[in-house]
Structure formats: structure tokens, C-alpha cells
């Protein structure tokens, strides 16, 4: 027998072309972007910005505003979310569902990983997480997401108006903060001890302006949204 006729089996196959794909994604890392300030400081509209340009994106969507923008899909089944999952290719979609909240984001940050994991990169956008999570370790699935998703190339817009009630996980695993107005004294104490950005800075700012600090390399810049 010479070495041409050896033949992989289906399952070979299959192994090896996953290692492949894992060599590839670990290339591809992604970012955990943690958004915080109060209503209406600017949130939604920055990850909207940052979102533009990207090609697979699917927003955790409780308020019903990402499957409102011009192009993107309104997902309200759990079979209809996991079969955008399991599609490569380009994709904009906002899961909006009612019932146990709790439930259905583990479903959606179970969706995400798996998207990230076996079909290709993704943005994972979570809005209003202290509605779903409590300040203790992340649960379930969005505690996977968050803690391995980056290695498999996903990236995540964790967005909440309250990190001091929303979970540590996030918090923990940042590589940027984003930072807009806040809605109490204890979420200007609480960030500025996790990213050392002053409390009097961010007891400062005004609707629509942020601070941007990478938890790489400490970089800080300034800004503030325009439309
Ligand atoms: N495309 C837009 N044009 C004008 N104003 C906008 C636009 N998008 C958001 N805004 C305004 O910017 C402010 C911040 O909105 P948003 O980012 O949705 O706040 P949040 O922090 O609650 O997510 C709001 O006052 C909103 O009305
Ligand atoms: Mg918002």
C-alpha cells in the first residue's frame, strides 16, 4: 500500500476540517466592549456607529430598535434565530422576544457562540443587560460567550445603563469601555474604580459624549456622537 491510497474516513474529514477552521478563527480574535451610561446618554447610537461596516451582526433586542433599521431582520422565534445561526453569510438581526427574558438571552448568547464557533465571525450585540443578568459571575451561555467567545472571533457590545447591577463577567473580560453620561453616583464610583478613568471626569459629561478606554493598553480618547 503506498501512502496515495489512504483514505480519510467521513469523520477524519470532518475532524480535520475543524482544526482547520479553529487555526483560522484563533487568528481572528474578537473584542468585549462594554457600553455604559444612563437613557438616552447615547449607547445604542455609538454601537450603531461602530456596527455600520460590519457583515454578521445580531443584537440581543428587548426594546425593539435594531429590527427597526433600514436593512436589518426582526427575529421573534427561537427556531428562527437559530436557523440565521447556522447560516454563514451576511446577516442583520434583532431577537425580539417577551416571556422569561432570562431564557431567551441563554438561547441568544447560546446562538451566538455557536455562530462564532462553527459557521464564521460575528458581532454579538447585548442590550440592557441588567435586565437579564445580576451583579454576581455571568450565567449560563452569555458566561461562555463572554469568557471564550473572544478566542473564536466573536465580538461583543455589552451594553447596560447599570454596571453596578449588571454581571462582573463582562466587566472582568472588557478590552474597551465606553462611557456616557450616568445615571448614579454609584455607577460613576463603581467604573471609575474598574477602569481608574476619574469620577469627576465622568460625573462631567454630558447626553451624547463619552470617554473610550482600551483595558489593553490604558489608551483613553474622548468624544462625543453627532448625527
Ligand atoms: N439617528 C439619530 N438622529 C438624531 N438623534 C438621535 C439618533 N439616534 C439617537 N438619537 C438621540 O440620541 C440620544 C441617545 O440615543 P440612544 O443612543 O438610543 O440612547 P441610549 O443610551 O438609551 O441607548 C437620544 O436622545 C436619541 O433621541
Ligand atoms: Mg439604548
Known amino acids: 500500500m503506498t501512502a496515495g491510497d489512504v483514505k480519510l474516513t467521513d469523520r477524519q474529514k470532518k475532524i480535520a476540517a475543524e482544526r482547520l477552521y479553529e487555526a483560522y478563527l484563533k487568528t481572528v480574535d474578537g473584542r468585549l466592549v462594554v457600553v455604559s451610561g444612563a437613557t438616552r446618554s447615547g449607547k445604542t447610537a455609538y454601537v450603531r456607529g461602530q456596527v455600520r461596516k460590519d457583515r454578521r451582526v445580531i ?29 454563514p453569510g451576511p446577516v442583520r438581526a434583532g431577537f425580539v422576544v417577551g416571556g422569561k427574558l432570562q431564557d431567551e438571552f441563554d438561547f441568544w448568547a447560546a446562538c451566538m457562540m455557536y455562530a462564532g464557533r462553527y459557521v464564521a465571525p460575528i458581532v454579538a450585540i447585548a442590550e440592557e443587560l441588567a435586565d437579564v443578568t445580576t451583579p454576581s459571575k455571568a450565567p449560563g451561555a452569555w458566561g461562555i460567550l463572554l469568557r471564550r467567545g473572544l478566542k473564536r472571533g466573536i465580538t461583543i457590545y455589552a451594553i447596560s445603563q447599570r454596571w453596578s447591577e449588571a454581571d462582573k463577567t463582562a466587566v472582568g473580560n472588557a478590552s474597551e469601555f465606553v462611557l456616557f453620561r450616568q445615571s448614579s453616583g454609584d455607577d460613576v464610583r463603581y467604573l471609575s474604580r474598574k477602569t481608574r478613568v476619574p469620577e469627576s471626569e465622568l460625573a462631567g459629561l454630558m447626553q ?11 489608551a483613553i480618547s474622548r468624544g462625543k456622537l453627532t448625527f
Open 208 to 218: 451624547l459624549q463619552y470617554v473610550r478606554l482600551s483595558a489593553i493598553d490604558g
Open 59 to 87: 443584537a440581543w433586542d428587548p426594546e425593539d430598535q435594531w429590527s427597526r433599521l433600514p436593512g436589518w431582520k426582526r427575529v421573534t422565534s427561537r427556531k428562527e434565530l437559530l436557523a440565521l445561526a447556522q447560516r
